[in-house]
């Protein structure tokens, strides 16, 4: 029977960034060095895949430093950890990699400069995820007041709006987090802001690049996990162009077929934290059942590169 054909617009920039392709190569160099085990705090990125790769090489992934014994190298995931999880390794002399997106980094380093300014600090980002533990971890608990929507941006009380700053977590929605800076700007016309925005570059293209396909999508694929911040945004933003068929799916072995059941034009793209191989998967997966003719369509170029730690050479990595 002939197959129906299949037009796919592939986004283009998808999938890793520069930041997640150091914390996978800071965890695949120590696992060299030191040999196994080497253990990681936290998935090292939001991706199944990713991490039992690694764990088939020897790393062990734990949610709490009390989990590492001693004379075994830890390392710290990309998503950034609170200040007192670097101070208990310390105290228990673990030897300790950071592997915290140089991105992520560069907001702790705005809440501390705010702190020392004398700004109360407004972080907008979503409760719970590791980023934001990551990031409220920077000053003492409770100095730092989180805002997850434009709700939130509307009620929250300050001690003094002339002294107040806001700081945003990485892999938010562009167009919310602007409504919801748009609202303390108008409640707080003093409010500080960071110099370039906290939404981090991988964020904001594959966001741009899920917009310039979505509107000629009839039903799209973002390859990510659940807990993938970046890949669940990527999703709200296809639907509120009004591709309602936008759906995350982790493998290929996920794909609800019955609901792309007509679909002539399928858009795909992935989170930052999904390797591009998954992507091919899921093509090879579309190939098996349509005749796919592949449109990618590019928005941007990426050549961002990020230095490794000293100890594991500090050859640049480039996405
Ligand atoms: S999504 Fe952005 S902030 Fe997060 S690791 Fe990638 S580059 Fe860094």
Partial sequence: MDKAPLIILLASPRGFCAGLERAIEIVERALCKFGPPVYVRHEIVHNRYVVEGLEA????????LTEVPENVPVIFSAHGVPKHVPAEAKSRHLFYLDATCPLVSKVHREAERHERLGHQVILIGHAGHPE??????????GAILLVESVEDAEAIQVDDPNQLAFITQTTLSVDDTAEMIDVLQRRFPKINGPKKEDICYATTNRQQAIKAIAQDAEALLVVGAPNSSNSQRLVEVARKLGCDRAMLVQ??????????KGVSRLGIS????????????????CRERFDV??????VTTENVQFKLPKVLGETALSA
Avoid: C, H, Y
């Avoid at 090489?57 to 709490?64: L, P, R, S, T």
């Avoid at 493998?251 to 792309?260: C, E, M, P, S, V």
């Avoid at 992935?270 to 997966?285: D, F, K, N, R, T």
């Fill in 132 to 141: 934001v533990i990551g990031t409220m971890g920077q000053l003492p608990e």
């Fill in 251 to 260: 493998r290929a072995a996920n794909i609800d077929w019955t609901a792309l």
């Fill in 57 to 64: 090489k020897g790393a062990v992934f734990v949610e709490n």
């Fill in 293 to 298: 003719t592949i449109q990618e369509i590019t």
């Fill in 270 to 285: 992935a989170g930052a934290s999904a390797p591009e191989v998954l992507v091919e998967e899921v093509i090879s997966a």
